[in-house]
């Protein structure tokens, strides 16, 4: 049973690496920051529009310098010093948190002024995010990459469980202290930054220009594994992400601020428990079909939480999806990380980076806008389901990635 349990354990066996070990630790204390203020900009919003549809509009201002910068940026991290760049992008990142603390705490009540702030710090975080990811394959041996991933995952929804439940508790005193907050735990993340060694592209360096990120995107659309990870991860986000109806299902359904903080956590307090439980996560050779598996089981969960008609049943069914988010997440990271070369991984990661997080945002204005013509429950409930329908269909339209499986060793 000993021997069972160890199998079926998170595996830790990157943190002996030091520098992973310092990125781990900036990266999990950031994130726990970064959440805070994740449901504190939404909940301002609503606050000074009472509109979802406005809470919506925040996913369309993150969207377009994401995908601009995250592709600059990976293109970036392929040409240039990557702990240079990570240090320079994520000080950038911190600056823009202080200007959202900047506006709470003067009192700016301006719908505009939270909209631009959200474009400026995704721009910054569109270029943090791919080369901290593109860094990883150079801290670890490839044999650990997947559990260096799996270790990301499951600590940074461990923050992501705790973040949203302190922000539900401070917002109340005002938003300012969860921007607050954000900023100060942003400081480990410079700190990790700053004691990485150098790493210097191993092919010969250059600058980034346009026909280098035209050429990634050449090198994925090339790669049918890849572009069917990518859009099947887009169908997962953008049909069946609830998260921009949080604030009005608390209001209405649930009691209000308090409700709020455990629904924006419920999602990571599942992904924590699958984190927790992932052992076997590396030994799955069929990594494509159990992504598959996963973002169709996603979007069951979601569609069937829209339904729940007590806080404890939607916290519940959310958790189940986020178990199978972090599922499909880290198969989906695993696959790119190690089926690219290095000298395209910062390319290949920006498109990731472009994936996994403009896709929210563009959930967030699927849900806020089929809010007006099919309500509450239709906007949360139809998205899943559909979420679940067009995954199973592309896959078994274009089998390569049901098909495709890595070798032992």
């Known amino acids: 049973m ?10 830790v066996r990157p943190l002996r690496h030091p520098a992973y070990r310092r990125i781990f630790i900036g990266n999990t204390t950031s994130f726990f920051g970064s959440q805070l203020t994740a449901v504190a900009v939404p909940v301002q919003m609503y606050l000074l529009t009472r509109s979802s549809l406005w809470v919506g509009y925040i996913g369309v201002a993150g969207l377009v310098p994401l995908l601009v910068f995250a592709l600059w940026g990976g293109a970036l991290a392929d040409a240039l010093d990557r702990r240079r760049l990570l240090l320079t992008s994520s000080l950038l990142t911190w600056l823009s948190t202080l200007a959202l603390l900047g506006q709470a705490v003067l009192g700016v009540r301006s719908p505009v002024l939270l909209l631009v702030l959200v474009a400026v710090q995704s721009a910054a975080v569109a270029v943090t995010m791919p080369t901290r990811s593109a860094v990883i394959p150079r801290l670890v041996p490839l044999v650990e990459v997947p559990a260096a991933n799996t270790l990301n995952y499951t600590a940074g929804t461990a923050a992501g469980v705790l973040g949203p439940l302190a922000a539900g508790l401070v917002i109340g005193y005002g938003v300012a202290w969860a921007y607050g907050i954000d900023a100060l735990t942003f400081t480990l993340a410079l700190w990790a930054a700053l004691r990485l060694p150098a790493l210097p ?15 990634g995107l050449r090198y994925l659309v090339s790669r049918p594994v890849l572009l069917l990870s990518f859009g099947i991860d887009i169908v997962a986000m953008v049909l069946a992400m609830p998260r921009a109806l949080f604030p009005q299902v608390a209001d209405e359904r649930f009691g209000g601020t308090g409700a709020v903080g455990w629904l924006y956590a419920s999602i990571a307090l599942g992904s924590v428990v699958a984190g927790l439980t992932s052992g076997w996560i590396g030994r799955v050779r069929r990594q494509g079909l159990a992504l598959v598996a996963a973002v169709v089981l996603w979007g069951l969960a979601v569609a069937a939480a829209g339904l729940a008609d007590t806080l404890w049943a939607a ?3 959310l958790g189940l999806g986020g178990a199978a988010d972090l599922v499909s997440a880290v198969y989906r990271q695993t696959i790119l990380q190690t089926y690219a070369p290095d000298q395209l991984r910062g390319r290949m990661q920006g498109v990731f980076i472009a994936v996994v997080t403009g896709g929210p945002r563009l959930g967030d204005l699927r849900a806020g806008v089929m809010v007006v013509p099919f309500g509450l429950t239709g906007s949360w409930v139809g998205g899943g ?3 679940s329908a067009i995954a199973l269909l592309l896959a078994l339209a274009f089998p390569a990635l049901l098909r495709y499986r890595v070798e032992p060793g």
Do not use: M, N
Request: net charge positive.
């Open 315 to 317: 916290v519940a069914l």
């Open 385 to 387: 389901l559909a979420c």
């Open 201 to 215: 592209p191993e092919h010969l360096p250059g600058r980034s220009r346009l026909a280098d990120v035209l050429f």
């Open 2 to 11: 000993t021997s069972s349990l160890r199998r079926l354990a998170i595996d």
